[in-house]
């Protein structure tokens, strides 16, 4: 992949989170870097625990504690919008850039809708607050805004909805709600963390539409992240194959899904099921379990389940995550850089 870095929205280069514990330190990100495009939908894929979701609450440094940023730098790209450079990294959370930047130029719909709303608060009053925060809108403005948003994602009757609480709406509806209140203020970055987890495949296709009406409407960006292939294959330009905290491939959506050059995503995408199968043929899965944060192998952390692992080399040095020559696409593993071209592996000391 070409280096966008001058022009990316958002860029993160090495970011490491880590969350000490009375047990060891679990490294949820090890030195993630990646780049998302103005207008670009960037999908994020990999097994559950990998640090998919860790990314999207670093970017709005939302980490639940203990976690914290403790290396790497996240340059956010106001220029566009008459603003300066601006490095997430090293911001406090709960200073005014962050304030500012949360839920204005930066949204996210959450993982699970319903516990992610207040259940004390309407609907109606989450909205609202949002808008009074980032707009200057009276709260009148703020309510008739509200209702429009709520029309726009699709929730009938909204002004009857704007005063319901979040448990007495469904999961496609509570799901649609989050979306209006993410886009209430116009980001130009939205963090879709796994917005079609629960809901039937009918309600998947119906909010996926929604997505990329909102985007083409008001030309942000999108991360998308998720474990299904299917989603990314059908909404993403580029993807970023997580694994164990760092990123082991990356590239357009096109060249990962027809010419996947890691172990991990060539596996992943095996275990797609097919309609070509034949018979009740077995569905091809990645041997093993992604290893416990306490033991995590030396050398490349992928090596214990890579059907071609190399002693000496995989297990004793890490493969820099390198671009191939000739393509677009970003690859950590020493299938495709000589060994030499390595990382020295940290001490834990």
């Known amino acids: 992949m070409t280096d966008t870095r001058d022009s990316a929205l958002l860029s993160i280069n090495g970011l490491k989170v880590h969350y000490p514990t009375d047990e060891g330190v679990v490294k949820a990100l090890d030195g993630v870097s990646l780049d998302i495009l103005p207008g670009q939908t960037l999908g994020v894929v990999g097994e559950s625990g990998c640090g998919k979701s860790t990314i999207g609450r670093a970017i709005l440094q939302i980490l639940d504690k203990p976690g914290r940023v403790v290396d790497g730098e996240m340059m956010w790209n106001a220029r566009e919008s008459g603003g300066q450079t601006l490095d997430i990294a090293i ?35 989450q909205m609202s607050e949002a808008i009074l925060l980032h707009q200057d809108k009276t709260p009148a403005e703020a309510r008739e805004w509200s209702i429009e948003l709520m029309n726009m994602v699709g929730i009938p009757n909204a002004p009857q909805r704007f005063h319901e609480y979040s448990y007495q709406l ?30 039937d495949v009918t309600t998947q296709a119906q909010i996926l539409d929604l997505l990329r009406k909102l985007q083409e409407e008001q ?14 294959a059908e909404m993403a330009d580029a993807v970023v194959v997580m694994y164990l905290g760092k990123a082991v491939e990356s590239g357009p959506v096109d060249d990962i899904f027809h010419r996947p050059k890691h172990p991990y995503s060539q596996g992943l995408l095996r275990s797609i ?30 090596g214990p389940r890579c059907p071609s692992f190399m002693p000496g080399a995989c297990d004793a040095s890490v493969p820099r995550y ?3 020559d000739g393509t677009r696409q970003k690859v950590s593993c020493f299938l495709h850089h000589p060994p030499e071209e390595v990382e020295e592996v940290p001490s834990d000391d």
């Open 91 to 125: 911001q406090n959370p709960d200073g005014h850039e962050m304030r500012a930047m949360r839920g204005g130029d930066v949204a996210m719909v959450f993982q699970e809708p319903m516990t992610s709303f207040s259940p004390i608060h309407t609907i109606g009053n």
């Open 170 to 199: 469904s999961g496609g509806l509570r799901q649609r709600a989050m979306i209006a209140m993410a886009i209430s203020c116009s980001p130009k970055l939205l963090i879709a963390d796994e917005p079609t987890t629960a809901l």
């Open 322 to 324: 390198m671009t191939l």
């Open 273 to 302: 099921p097919s309609v070509q199968a034949v018979g009740h043929e077995k569905l091809p899965s990645i041997a093993g379990s992604i290893p416990h944060p306490f033991n995590r192998p030396s050398g490349c952390t992928f």
């Open 219 to 232: 030309k942000m960006a999108i991360m998308l992240i998720t474990h299904n292939l299917g989603v990314i």
